[in-house]
């Protein structure tokens, strides 16, 4: 949430539950949550520990993790609609950097096919006349579309011979291996672009 990360909300993964929400599913079963690990899994995960009655010892982290959920009224809907914002916000910041770079006679294609590529991809409309194409390393993907966009997905060898201004990295969480690996666009100027928490620019 805080890091307007909705593009990791699809069809393996729609629920995300909260630590609070999960305690007020449990308590009344007679579980509680005695520990947890915090997981860097899609952006924030938690592990957690349960036991059959009240536990006689709760870890501080438990304590911690509660505190700020509740410090983010995350028990509070409207949370959810301050998110909801965020949200249309970094949509339209990716919309107009799209539609600048169209006005300039600028190409942009995108790199990783990946299910929350797609996602974004499709919740900010764009298609081939925004976009040129999505390159990615999967040779099953190769030579198909991204759905709902119709953008063609190629090799990076492809990708690159096109030489792009803009390579818009999808699966950010993997943005510094993959600007190692396409560091050859930089020898024509190309930028390297993440659009979510908003519009960045890679160094």
């Known amino acids: 949430i805080s890091q307007v990360q909705f593009d990791t909300i699809y069809h393996e993964h729609f629920s995300y539950l909260s630590l609070l929400a999960v305690e007020s599913a449990l308590e009344p079963h007679g579980l509680f949550v005695s520990d947890l690990e915090i997981l860097n899994t ?27 959920e509740k410090n983010m009224r995350m028990e509070q809907f409207s949370a959810y609609r301050e998110f909801g914002a965020k949200v ?23 790199y990783g096919a990946a299910a929350k590529g797609s996602t974004f991809l499709g919740v900010c409309r764009t298609n081939t006349e925004s976009i040129n194409v999505v390159a990615d390393r999967n040779p099953h993907k190769q030579g198909k579309y991204m759905p ?26 993997l943005s510094t291996e993959i600007i190692h690996e396409l560091s050859v666009a ?18």
């Not at 997905?153 to 096109?162: A, F, K, N």
């Not at 020898?187 to 890679?202: D, K, L, M, N, Y």
């Open 186 to 203: 930089r020898s024509w100027g190309a930028q390297f672009i993440t659009a979510i928490p908003e519009v960045r620019r890679c160094r």
């Open 88 to 110: 249309n916000e970094c949509i339209l910041g990716f919309q107009h950097f799209l539609e600048d770079a169209k006005a300039r006679g600028k190409s942009v294609s995108a």
């Open 148 to 173: 709902g966009t119709d953008i063609p997905i190629v090799t990076p060898e492809e990708m690159l011979s096109t030489k792009p201004d803009y390579i818009v990295i999808l699966p950010w969480n």
């Open 42 to 68: 899609h952006g924030g995960s938690l592990r957690l520990f349960v036991s059959r009655g009240i536990p006689k010892q709760v870890s501080e982290s438990v304590s911690a993790i509660r505190q700020a």
